[in-house]
């Protein structure tokens, strides 16, 4: 899950004193957001990729792609299919090599490697690291598991017998004084909740007594409602939580999948999160001389940010829906990605629009924002395009070949180490490393949508994923180790198995990749 900087670490919280643990984004006992936001750079994308001698043509005649315009930041041509340098959003050419690994990282708790890349694969024309202007993006949520109170439900947000403050006493506590987002006038609760009897109590039961839902006769629950997966006999709010019990119900979005005949996605919650703020989108399409395009969108709500599931949600179905308007009519699918990444922009603004609801569990309310990585892969092409730190790697069907990472991360580091500032080392080990210095949202200084086109000349796939899966393969080398064998032929395996060792690494974060085989197989074509 991306997120806006941090201050130094701190070992208690500042509004309640509740001890931290190293990595707390916000306090587990009253939700403080100890977030802070630094400043925006300008990213571009610095890898390669690698190969010997080119692949012959695929039959048929080429796409008679029309000149692209030239956009703010894409619009470059590609190069030829024996020339595997890529081009940048910017139109600079790309430095030869690649990706020998991304230094000493820390963050969520993935491993940690030391293999950083040569100064000679820094990012090229990258300006010096400017004043970064300070900010907050405060959560608008409390700790996982809390529930509203209406006064009939138990309440997670304190302990009976605890005192209004952990700081002032109560009697020195000013009058009506309390911590934004926890209320400390609720009256004082049992030790026990008794289960109130479901609807259709047998008349056996004795008064006052509930029926035991493993033995009772609940009856058949009106159409449109769920039954809790806890107690097995309350219905299912509209707000997610049983009205018997009270236990939250799991999320459609906790863990998804999706395969279509050339690409297959995953996403789950991660063992860390309460629920998850990823979403992914994935699509195919024919070009207009019948040859298939396959769309795969990522994209990783901001932590920070308020409903960041729904700006994740809402950029990658506008992303995908403009890639498949613009590719059948002949649109340059570099200028394509260019302009679904604006239209996925667009989208998560007008998020922003609603009304916010002012409530004492929603005191602050800020503008929704998420990352966005793609891919378009056709018969001869690979496209990707994104702003943020999700990411896109090329991996090769022949092992012997180098894999490449093909994005460069909006991040703190990453622009420290392209300012020249600190070592590659020096800036994965600092606790801003995962600062992001770009986003979609309405409170993001400027868009900046980073595309770069491939021509590789064999077999592979491309991984797109989220900071949840690269916290624990990096480099790309290590992203090829955790890559099967067959990721070509079974994708929709192949992403369990990456979503696998996410989870196997600690789970910090949610979760998600997409797998596209390049070239785009013909039976991909035919929009899903």
Known sequence: MSQMPQPTALSRCPSCEEPLEAGDRFCGACGFDLSAVPAPPEDHPTITMNGAAA????????????????????????????????????????????????GHRHGHGRPESADPRPPDVQPSGARPFGTQPSGERPSAGLPAGTRPSDGTQPSAVRPSGVQP?????????????????????????????????????????????????????????????KLCVACRSGHVDSDGYCENCGHAQPRERDHMEQELTAVAAVSDRGLRHHRNEDAFAISSTALPDGSPAVVAIVCDGVSSATRPDEASLAASRAAAEALLA?????????????????????????LAETPPVHDEHAPHQNAPAC?????????????????????????????????????????????????GLMSEAQAYADERAHAIT???????????????SFKPDRPGVVVVCTDGLWNYAEAAEEMAEVVPPDAAERPLHSAQVMVGHALDGGGHDNVTVAVVPFPAPSQGAGSA
Do not use: C, K
């Open 371 to 419: 990352t966005l990585v793609g891919a378009v892969v056709t018969p001869t092409l690979l496209i990707v395009g994104w702003v943020g730190d999700s990411r896109a790697y090329w991996v090769p069907v022949d092992r012997s070949s180098p894999p490449a990472r093909l994005t460069e991360d909006d991040s703190w580091a990453a622009q420290m180490v392209a300012a």
């Open 326 to 350: 613009a590719l059948p009519v002949g649109t340059h699918p570099q200028q394509a990605m260019h302009e679904a990444i604006v239209a996925a922009a667009e989208a998560v603004n007008s």
């Open 55 to 102: 692949l012959p043509p695929p039959p048929g005649a080429p796409v008679d792609w029309p000149v692209a315009p030239e956009p703010t930041s894409s619009g470059t041509p590609v190069h030829r299919a024996t020339d595997i340098q890529g081009t940048d959003s910017g139109g600079s050419e790309l430095p030869h090599g690649h990706e020998h690994g991304d």
């Open 165 to 225: 403050s952990a700081t002032q006493p109560a009697a020195t506590q000013p009058s009506g004084a309390q911590p934004a987002g926890v209320r400390f006038d609720r009256p004082p609760e049992p030790d026990e909740y008794p289960l109130a009897p479901p609807a259709g109590t047998p008349a056996e039961e004795p008064a006052g007594h509930p029926a035991d839902p493993r033995t009772a006769d609940l009856g058949t629950p009106p159409a449109g409602t």
């Open 438 to 452: 770009g986003w979609l949202g309405a409170d993001a200084y400027e868009l900046e949508p980073h595309t770069a």
